[in-house]
Structure formats: structure tokens, C-alpha cells
């Protein structure tokens, strides 16, 4: 009976099909504009009430505004405020990226000179929490075709990272390396390492290591997830490796010529 | 593995880095630095033309020690950095704290001007 009903209509099941997948096609496009617009409304909507709550705070901040005993609950607010400011940066960024359309600015660069920069910026950090940051960047890593600035993102997540969670006193060596198909970049610290069921769910959103952050930093538990999805956006992977007490390392690999969707000339 | 060699001559004593500075290589930097104190001339150069990098316990001893240096009524420079490194000092904002100059010559022009308008004053 099935075998006649077939023989009778394919044409018509294809067609349905067809019609299924166009419409299946509209209300993947309908969410995608209206993910765009939420994006748009939140990132707005979230950061200039953010913007207007710093500024209050920098202003009572000012010599004489406020009582000499107040300053330190304004020190608090403004403590508070980075926390949800970097939540509200992460959240929306993690959200971008997770959109089918989200596209990536694919420009060729050195990316030795990427790493250099990055680790230019982390200086400062390194510096004041005492931990030495170190750079063993191979000639090989060579040029890539990627977004430099998701890239420049992922590297600042990873070394980012292994600072917030490194004592004083330690160490963490970003290397770089590549062969003709790929550049990887590791990221090795000597702080507290990786307890055996942090591994399984390290990238995944929200979720935190058992270590705390050295100098009491904020940690919204998307770094790596973001770290994550840059990576595979890229057609990369990313991997952690590493023991309680001795260390972790964490690094991606992006392939020379990345594989993702390159954002059109027309844009 | 990096090398040092101090030179002295008159008032200037110069450092040289032949190697860049890693965490193998901070505890040997850091008495380097220190001979270079004891060398006890009132100009002191740091030439970092053979230096790949300079980690950040690198740079922080640079900082200090230059301090070190005006602290005993002396002037010191650092000189010759590679872009990479230049460019974090600026990043880091320590151009605020330490002499650079591009090369070994500039930095003695800049520091004997220095230290005989210092004479000068006195």
C-alpha cells in the first residue's frame, strides 16, 4: 500500500518538501532578522544605562563629592558595575556568534605580529599581578587568512585567562607554531591546573573552573566558550590540557586559509 | 641563551644584550642589572639591539633599576628595542618611566647632555 502511495505522488512529496524547506528557510530568515534586531535593541539598550550608571560613578568618584567613608562603597559600585559591563560585552558577543549569519572579516595577517600585539596589551596585567609572561613565537606560525580581530579576541581570552588564575610569582608562555595547513597558538601557565572533571565542560557557557581568580577578578564563564565558537567559526579547534597542581595549557589551531563565512565585498 | 658584556668608558658604563630575556634567562638579566650598578658609573645604558624580547620580569627589572640609577644621582637608558618590545613598553605606559632611544649613540648624546646640564646647575 505505502510502495503504491509512492509510486503514485513523488512528485508531489518532493514538492512538499520543497515547500517545507522554503518555509523552514523564511522562519530561519524572520529569526535571523529578529535576532539581529535584539541584538541591536540589547546592545543599546543594556550598555547606555551602563554608560550612564560609570559616569554617576566617576563623577561622586571626584575629591570632596562624597564622604570620605563613602568611597569605598563607590569603590564596590564601581567593582560591581565592570562585573555586569563585561557580562553584558560577553553575553552579546557570545549571542552574535552563535548566529547562523554571523560572518567573519577575513583579512591576511602575520600571526606573530597578532600575538605580539596582544601580549603588548596584557603587559600591564602581567606586570602588577607579578607574573612573567613569556613569548617563544616560531618563525612557521607564518601568515593566515582570518578575522584578525576575533582572533586578537580568542588570544586575549586564553592569555587573559591564565594571568586572572596564576598566583604571583608565576609564569605563563604563550608559543606559536604552524606547518603548511595550519598556525596554532598555546597558551602554558603554572597556576593551579585543571581538576579532572573541569575539562569535559570548560567551553561550554556559564561555566567556571574549580580554581578562583588570584586577584579576585570577575569571571563571567564565557571567555572560552567564546574562545570556542571563534575557533570553529574558523573551520579551527581549540583543547585544554592539564593536572591539578601542575598547570594548564590551553591553545587553538585555525587553518591557514580559515573556512568560515566571509563577510561579502558588498557589506 | 642570551649573553651579557658590560662596557665601560669614562663616566658611561653600557649593558649588552646579546639574546633575548625568557623566564630561563630573568635570574641572570637580574645580576647583570646589578653588575651594572656596581660598575658605579653615573650614565648607565641598557642596549637591547640584540634582544629578540624581553618578557615582562624583564621589564620590570628595567624599570626598577633605572630608578635605581636617579636614585643615586645617575641617568640611564635603554636602547635599541625591537618593534615588538617598543611596542609594549608604550602599551604597558613605561615610556613615562624609563629613556628609550633607538640606538646606543642617541642614548649616550642624550644622557651626556643630560648629566652636564645637571653639572651645570649645581
Redo the contacts between chains.
Keep these: 500500500m505505502e510502495d503504491e502511495q509512492r509510486e503514485q505522488a513523488p512528485g508531489a512529496g518532493l514538492d512538499s518538501l520543497r515547500r517545507e524547506n522554503l518555509t523552514l528557510r523564511q522562519l530561519v530568515s524572520e529569526l535571523g532578522a529578529s535576532s539581529d534586531k535584539f541584538l541591536a535593541v540589547a546592545t543599546h539598550d543594556l550598555r547606555t544605562p551602563l554608560a550612564g550608571m560609570r559616569l554617576l560613578v566617576d563623577m561622586l568618584s571626584q575629591p570632596g563629592r562624597v564622604a570620605p567613608e563613602s568611597v569605598r562603597l563607590l569603590d564596590g559600585l564601581r567593582r560591581n558595575l565592570a562585573t555586569i559591563e563585561a557580562l553584558v560585552a560577553d553575553v552579546l558577543n557570545a549571542a552574535r556568534l552563535s548566529q547562523p549569519g554571523d560572518t567573519l572579516n577575513l583579512t591576511e595577517f602575520e600571526f606573530n605580529a597578532l600575538v605580539g600585539d596582544v601580549l603588548a596589551g596584557l603587559f600591564p596585567l602581567a606586570m602588577k599581578k607579578n607574573v612573567t609572561l613569556d613569548a617563544k613565537l616560531d618563525e612557521t606560525a607564518g601568515v593566515i587568512l582570518a578575522d584578525r580581530a576575533r582572533v586578537g579576541q580568542m588570544l586575549t581570552n586564553l592569555v587573559g585567562n591564565a594571568l586572572k588564575f596564576s598566583p604571583p610569582g608565576a609564569a605563563v608562555t604563550v608559543s606559536t607554531a604552524g606547518d603548511s595547513e595550519f598556525a596554532e597558538a598555546t597558551v602554558t601557565d603554572t597556576g593551579p591546573g585543571l581538576q579532572p572533571g573541569d575539562k569535559d565542560k570548560l567551553f561550554k557557557p556559564f561555566v567556571r573552573g574549580s580554581a578562583p581568580a588570584t586577584g579576585g577578578e570577575p569571571s563571567t564563564g564565557l571567555g572560552l566558550y567564546i574562545t570556542k565558537k571563534i575557533a570553529e567559526a574558523h573551520g579551527g579547534l581549540v583543547g585544554a590540557d592539564g593536572a591539578p597542581g601542575r598547570g594548564s595549557t590551553f591553545f587553538f589551531r585555525l587553518p591557514r586559509r580559515c573556512a568560515g563565512r566571509p563577510r561579502s565585498s558588498g557589506a | 641563551m642570551a649573553g651579557f658584556s658590560i662596557e665601560t668608558r669614562g663616566p658611561l658604563a653600557v649593558l649588552r644584550l646579546n639574546g633575548g630575556i625568557?623566564?630561563d634567562e630573568?635570574a641572570a638579566f637580574a645580576d647583570a642589572l646589578r653588575s651594572l650598578l656596581a660598575a658605579g658609573r653615573p650614565l648607565a645604558i641598557v642596549d637591547a639591539s640584540g634582544a629578540d624580547?624581553l618578557?615582562?620580569?624583564a621589564?620590570?627589572d628595567l624599570v626598577v633599576f633605572c630608578q635605581e640609577v636617579r636614585n643615586r644621582g645617575g641617568e640611564a637608558a635603554l636602547a635599541g628595542l625591537c618593534p615588538?618590545v617598543l611596542?609594549?613598553v608604550?602599551?604597558?605606559?613605561l615610556e613615562v618611566l624609563v629613556d628609550i632611544h633607538a640606538d646606543v649613540a642617541g642614548a649616550e648624546r642624550a644622557l651626556l647632555e643630560r648629566g652636564g646640564r645637571k653639572e651645570s646647575s649645581q
Excluded at chain 2, 90 to 93: E, H, L, T
Aim: aromatic share 6%; glycine share 12%; proline share 0%.
Design positions: 625568557r623566564s630573568n624580547y618578557n615582562s620580569r621589564l620590570g615588538l611596542r609594549t608604550r602599551c604597558a605606559g
